[in-house]
């Protein structure tokens, strides 16, 4: 890997640091603020819902510009974001800015991939990003946590800004100064990131148009033969990750008998899981050959179905471990790949835009389906077998419709011979 590279890997995890640690100063804020407790939930739908409304939009404005400067603006728009909560704007508005930031980073973010590494050298980038964003999460709530300790906000109360002549009034303030710098320390290695010096042609800037032209970049990404198992992969391992995180939560108070702050630290298990498999799968898997890590997607669903069998925090942990390795294994081959197709057949920021649309739409859409078991009041075993088997049943369907495209590639080419 180049210097570039490891240039957006440090702008990249320290902006996924601020991003995560400031969702747990945001809930702090709620509750400093005597919110109601539905409000809590709806940071993280007002967050993704920016990924869904916005994709048709950040794709051309993340091709409009070189990549480093498209990272640096909205990065600048995430600090706007955690400063408007210094202004006691509302906590669900300013992380809505956030996420705004973050739907148009992201193309950005991974679209400098594809301009700056060889096709060859994608899966192993992939696994790095994908390893530093599950760490980047994990010590960005630990982060969070901290920050609003009573004891750390003490500590922090007592600092100033000399230039501004500023110091913090409550626990919440002084958790977002902090916050706020690691957005800045992002700004800085955003700054420094090289120009590839790929560019597109003149983006269009019609709204209309726009629309219309990411209606066409999603229906070929869809309709290409290798773009279309790649994205359903993808598609799927988001939105089951998203649940999962709430299942792990009511598994662990049901089974475990644990209270929330600990069954947590199992959230953080998972995604040690997801980093071990994205670094085993940066290293093991090339590009031509990340379609043979389908059937982990089956096996994950299946070992997830064993959750209902486990009363022991000693068997939960390794168990856990084990599920998050085995989606991150399959995910950051079918990433790269997706990645690869979207570059060849249209440009690397409108297919990360198609993308983030399709993976968080899925993520909003199996959360609802979620809550409404909640609200069902269903066991939680009955959820986690029918969460299992909805995985390894479209995993499974994915692999039939791949081996179907396999044979009419075949059955084309053969006749292409024969003609010949």
């Keep these: 890997m180049n210097r ?9 995890f320290f902006s996924s640091l601020a991003d995560n640690a400031l969702l747990i100063a945001a809930i702090a804020l709620l509750i400093e603020m005597s919110s109601p407790t539905w409000m809590t939930p ?39 974001g955690c400063v408007m909560m210094f202004f006691s704007i509302h906590p669900l508005l300013s992380y809505a800015m956030v996420g705004f930031g973050a739907a148009a980073y992201s193309p950005a973010k991974y679209g400098i991939l594809t301009e700056l590494l060889p096709a ?7 696994g790095w990003i994908e390893g530093l964003t599950v760490s980047s999460i994990i010590l960005g709530t630990v982060m969070g946590g901290a920050l609003v300790n009573p004891h750390v906000s003490s500590v922090l109360l007592t600092l100033h800004v000399p230039i501004l002549n500023w110091s913090p009034n409550t626990p919440t303030q002084a958790a977002l100064s902090v916050i706020a710098g690691l957005y800045l320390v992002a700004t800085i290695f955003n ?4 120009d590839t010096g790929v560019r597109y042609p003149h983006q269009e800037r019609n709204p209309i148009k726009l629309v219309a032209d990411f209606a066409r970049c999603n229906a070929t990404l869809w309709k290409d033969k290798l773009g279309q198992i790649s994205l359903a992969v993808t598609t799927l391992f988001w939105g ?36 071990i498999g994205a670094v085993a ?61 979207g570059h060849v057949l249209m440009s690397a920021g409108h297919s990360i835009a198609v993308q983030n649309y399709n993976e968080n739409l899925s993520v909003l859409t199996m959360l609802v389906l ?7 009041d269903l066991n939680v075993n009955y959820v986690i077998i029918m ?25 084309l080419a053969s006749i292409g011979e024969q003609k010949h």
């Design 120 to 126: 060859e050298k994608l899966v192993a980038a992939n």
């Design 191 to 194: 700054l420094k990131i090289c």
């Design 387 to 411: 969460f299992g088997i909805f995985v390894s049943g479209t995993m499974f369907l994915v692999m039939r419709k791949h081996a179907a495209n396999q044979r009419e590639h075949d059955s």
């Design 281 to 341: 799968a940066a290293h093991f898997v090339p590009l031509k050959k990340s379609l043979s890590v389908m059937p982990m997607g089956i096996v994950m669903g299946l070992v997830v179905m064993s959750m209902t069998l486990v009363h022991s925090i000693w068997v939960a942990y390794p168990l856990l471990v084990l599920i998050g390795a085995l989606s991150g294994y399959f995910v950051v081959p079918m990433n790269a790949l997706l990645q690869h197709r």
């Design 42 to 80: 709806l940071l993280k739908l007002f967050f993704v819902l920016s990924y869904v409304v916005l994709a048709p939009f950040v794709g051309a404005f993340a091709d409009s510009l070189p990549k480093g400067r498209v990272m640096f603006v909205t990065n600048l728009i995430k600090i706007i």
């Design 4 to 12: 570039g590279f490891y240039t957006i890997m440090a702008a990249q």
């Design 370 to 376: 979620y809550a409404v078991m909640v609200k069902l």
């Design 240 to 275: 089951a990750g998203a649940t999962l995180q709430f299942i792990v939560l009511k598994w662990a108070e049901k089974s475990l008998h644990m209270p929330l702050d600990k069954a947590a630290i199992l959230q953080g298990v998972v995604a040690v899981g997801v980093a």
